[in-house]
Every structure is written in C-alpha cells, then in structure tokens.
T-cell receptor, first 114, second 109 residues
C-alpha cells in the first residue's frame, strides 16, 4: 500500500497558538481523513479531507478550530487553532487508495499544549 | 449506542494461549470490516480484513456474523509479540473508518 509521511512527529505548543500538521502520500489516494486519539482511547474521526473543496466535519468538530486543506490527491494539512491543553492528543491522517481497500495511516503527531 | 463496541480488556494471557476478541457494530448497512493492530505509540496497522465467509491468516481467524452485527478475532498459540491493542474497524457510510475502543492484549512468558 501507499506510504504517508506525517510531520511533525511531535510538538509542544503554547496555548493560544496554532499548529499545522502535514501529510504527504507517495501516490494518489481517493480519500483522506483526519483522526484524533486521546491518551488511552481509540481513534475519533475529525473530518474527511475533500480534494479541492471544504472538508466534511464530524459532530463536535468545526472548521474554525480544525481547518483542513487538501489541494491535491496526495497532500493534506490539519491546523489545530487557538490551542488549549484539552487539544493535547495524537493526531493521525489516513488515506484510502480506493473504495475497496483498507485505510492506512501516517505515523501520527503527538501534540502537547502547555 | 456507540457505532463500534469492543470489550476493552485488558486480556492477560500466557504464551501459547488462545484468545478471542469480540466486536459489535450498529450500522446494519456496513459493508467492510477490519481488524487493526496498534502498538504503543505507533499508528494503527491493518491486521486483516474480515469477510462474510470468515478468513484465516496463520494463527489469526476473523469471522463476521451480519445477522448479529458481530465480528470476532481469534488468536491461537499466542506469542509475546502479539501484545498490542486490537482495534475493530467498520467502514462507514462515507467510506471513513469507524473504530472501536480497542482491546488491549498482553501475552506473558
């Protein structure tokens, strides 16, 4: 399957600032998604990143807080805006090469907000 | 009701044991099912897809019961290296993956 390079792998940020996480896939993928995994918990879908249009957000997540870009079929960014300690989590991007295959993941970004 | 429910465990078993994980899902229209494995501080990785007829990959057997909306994973002859969190995953209506809470397995010598 394709490989996703996600960066940064970790960061420590001041509250009130923003962080942009990038994911680059080594081949075109049909769909890309962003997840959050809080300590000791499973993955929660934040949004589906749509190529060339606004992302589709899950309940509880909004564009102002988590703006997402997907300018082409191999790249996406997630910004965590106006961060607070509650945003401390692991953020993972995921890709789907076609609709009949499984999803694969970037290595994750471990974010700590202080 | 959660979309995907799993017994969180933890399961602590000796080497060589057989262990089974269960999972239920709420969306009866779901078409694709998977088991992922997640090691500590790592991203989830596909362990196996789950097919209607059931499927086996070495020591791992996955089964699906659509009528009961139930998925299972059986691990035989457990190895120390099987220690991880096992995630039941169901493909959602928009092709996104919906994750269960995960079942933590520790295999001890």
């Amino acid at each position: 399957s394709a490989v996703i390079s996600q960066k940064p792998s970790r960061d420590i940020c001041q509250r009130g600032t923003s962080l942009t996480i990038q994911c680059q896939v080594d081949s075109q993928v049909t769909m890309m998604f962003w997840y959050r995994q809080q300590p000791g918990q499973s993955l929660t879908l934040i949004a589906t990143a749509n190529q060339g249009s606004e992302a589709t957000y899950e309940s509880g997540f909004v564009i102002d807080k988590f703006p997402i870009s997907r300018p082409n079929l191999t790249f996406s960014t997630l910004t965590v805006s106006n961060m607070s300690p509650e945003d401390s989590s692991i953020y993972l991007c995921s890709g789907l090469q076609d609709l009949n295959t499984e999803a694969f993941f970037g290595q994750g970004t471990r974010l700590t907000v202080v | 009701r959660k979309e995907v429910e799993q017994d969180p465990g933890p399961f602590n078993v000796p080497e060589g044991a057989t262990v089974a994980f269960n999972c239920t899902y709420s969306n009866s229209a779901s078409q694709s099912f998977f088991w992922y494995r997640q090691d500590c501080r790592k991203e989830p990785k596909l362990l196996m897809s789950v097919y209607s007829s059931g499927n086996e990959d070495g020591r791992f057997t996955a089964q699906l019961n659509r009528a009961s909306q139930y998925i299972s994973l059986l691990i035989r002859d457990s190895k120390l290296s099987d220690s991880a969190t096992y995630l039941c995953v169901v493909r959602g209506n928009n092709n996104d993956m919906r994750f269960g809470a995960g079942t933590r397995l520790t295999v001890k010598p």
